[in-house]
């Protein structure tokens, strides 16, 4: 298994990716996430946050991703921490 990041050891210019056994399932709230693996299920409640998440695969690092998907400079440290705890549930892998 991975090492998991903590918030502050996450980086946002590696290139990051949904694990390949998450499914994203849209919901009015923003999003569920589900780890068919782990059997694992976290809910996103931030459309900045599903927005960026869905664009990982896209973009070549996480905060590219974030950038793009509206969430300002000043609020990075805040999503970074989101997604340093999607990654530590293995929701999200690190892109070699």
Known sequence: MARTPAANDFDLDAA????PQVAVRPE???AL??????R??????DRRLLDAVRAL???PR???ALLGA?????DLGRYRTALSTLASSDMLVRRP
Not at 33 to 38: I, S
Not at 70 to 74: N, W
């Open 28 to 30: 009015p709230f923003g």
């Open 33 to 38: 996430l589900y780890h068919y693996g782990t």
């Open 16 to 19: 990051w990716d949904l694990h």
């Open 57 to 59: 695969a896209d973009q």
């Open 62 to 64: 996480a905060r590219d």
């Open 70 to 74: 509206g969430v300002p400079e000043d």
């Open 40 to 45: 694992r299920l976290s809910f996103l409640k």
